[in-house]
């Protein structure tokens, strides 16, 4: 039994590498940020790419979607998107004296919300049940979504214009927050070069693994050992997060359960089988800061906080074992 585990955790390590590789084909550098949102996607999380327009957030999403064959659905936010659009509505049928349901982009593997955070409360409100009980509710009917479900959305920072800040409830229902960053002078010079160079572009990325692999993988995921000990430390952190002096809101328990979800696929991806101290170090603020509410004269020092979910992680005490 143990060797066929070790074989079906080889197989998927493999598919895992399959899909960094195709990935690669549309992206440019970024490999960290490459590996955190294939480690979301298989912790069953959804991601959201905060970052400036123009550094490859709407194509990482686009990337991933088509890597693994899910079906997918664009919506560009915009302040005249309504609710609906998002979640389908009833429209009567004349014909058959009843009212059937017509699908909004959310009946879709993989919803990739572009520029998020320029688009109505109202709207963002429908996303709220769709991320975290992946159903829609109609007039008192409840759909369920398509299995794998997963929101990859992107948004500028706040303060562009047209921007307005997601509620916490809703930061809150984001595994990760990650950012692109600007490429580097060579991978810019890349960029330039797959557009106008003698190449014809940029190879597109393209299937490499189907749905029900995708779900194998997930579940290989979801049963990587967490000792108690882990527990504890990550519920350590959450709490250190709730009684620091410069936080006015700290992490949720949901917080504390993504911690655990995106260690195990850390530990996934590096092929081990249990999770460890580091796996829950390296991914921390990338789950855990964009939760986070910081006291102004923390915000009035330039403080961000990352920097104040580093140091927390850095102060609560390493349960003894294996690092």
Do not use: W
């Amino acid at each position: 039994m143990e060797n066929i585990r070790r074989n079906n955790m080889e197989d998927s390590l493999d598919k895992a590498r399959k899909i960094f590789v195709e990935v690669k084909k549309t992206i440019v550098g970024k490999n960290d940020v490459i590996c955190k949102v294939l480690m979301a996607i298989l912790a069953d999380g959804h991601v959201l790419l905060e970052d400036i327009p123009g550094v490859g957030k709407t194509t990482m999403a686009e990337a991933f979607a088509k890597t693994l064959g899910l079906d997918y659905t664009r919506v560009q936010f915009t302040p005249d998107v309504m609710p609906s659009d998002i979640t389908g509505f009833n429209m009567y049928n004349r014909e058959k004296n009843a009212f059937e349901y017509k699908m909004g982009a959310a009946m879709c593997n993989v919803l990739l919300a572009d520029e998020i955070n320029r688009t109505s409360p109202k709207t963002q409100s429908a996303l709220l049940q769709v991320m975290e009980e992946r159903s829609i509710s109609i007039d008192g009917k409840t759909f369920g979504l398509k299995n794998p479900f997963v929101v990859i959305a992107t948004q500028n920072p706040v303060g562009s214009v047209g921007t307005q800040k997601l509620p916490e409830s809703q930061m809150d229902r984001f595994m990760v927050c990650l950012s692109m960053g600007y490429p580097t002078v060579e991978e810019e010079m890349d960029i330039l070069k797959s557009k106008y160079g003698n190449s014809q572009g940029r190879i597109k990325s393209s299937r490499v693994i189907t749905i029900d692999e995708l779900i194998e993988m997930k579940n290989l995921v979801k049963n990587i050992y967490v000792d108690d000990s882990i527990y504890e430390y990550t519920v350590k952190i959450a709490q250190a997060t709730r009684h620091n002096k410069g936080i006015l809101q700290g992490v949720s328990p949901r917080g504390s359960i993504s911690l655990i979800a995106m260690a195990q696929a850390e530990s996934f991806l590096r092929g081990h089988d249990y999770v460890s101290v580091s796996d829950i170090q390296n991914v921390a603020q990338d789950v855990l800061a964009h939760r986070i509410i910081l006291k102004n004269d923390f915000k009035r020092g330039s403080i961000s906080a990352r920097a104040v979910i580093d140091d927390i992680v850095k102060s609560v005490e390493v349960p003894d074992i294996i690092k």
